[in-house]
Structure formats: C-alpha cells, structure tokens
C-alpha cells in the first residue's frame, strides 16, 4: 500500500501512540511510510508525520481519505 502515491496513505481513524517509538495520528491526515519491509514490519509500519518518524499500525490507513457520509436538508 503506499506506492501509488510515493509512500503516502491517509490515516482513516485516530490513533493515540502508547509507547515513545510510535506516532499519533488524527483521521484524515496523511503519512509517509518510509519502512514496510522489515520482518518487524508485519502489522506496523515506520513512517513519518509532522517531521517526526516512528511506527504506526498499517491496518489503520488507506490509499485515499475517508469519506463522509452527509445529510442532505430537505
């Protein structure tokens, strides 16, 4: 995932880090994965946000931001 668009993948829902080597991320924002890989590279990614590196859970983003829905007024 990532390679269309240079490493890039969108985060589709919030993330708060819980140890120091790891990212938090808001939904919408986007990431560059530096490192997908790696044998320790199954479920979390390294990759780089606001200037900052660290690992983040691949199974949290996607090619293209979320979506959505709106009310439509009638």
Do not use: I
């Not at 790891?22 to 320790?40: A, K, M």
């Not at 590279?41 to 983003?61: K, M």
Request: glycine share 10%; hydrophobic share 35%.
């Amino acid at each position: 995932m990532g390679l269309m668009h240079n490493g890039m993948v969108y985060a589709l829902w919030d993330y708060s880090a819980e140890f120091g080597d790891e990212l938090s991320f808001r939904e919408g924002e986007s990431v560059t994965v530096l490192r997908r890989d790696g044998p320790e590279e199954t479920d979390w990614w390294w990759a780089t946000l606001h200037g900052q590196e660290g690992y983040v859970p691949r199974n949290y983003f996607g090619l293209f931001p979320r979506v959505k829905a709106q009310r439509s007024k009638v």
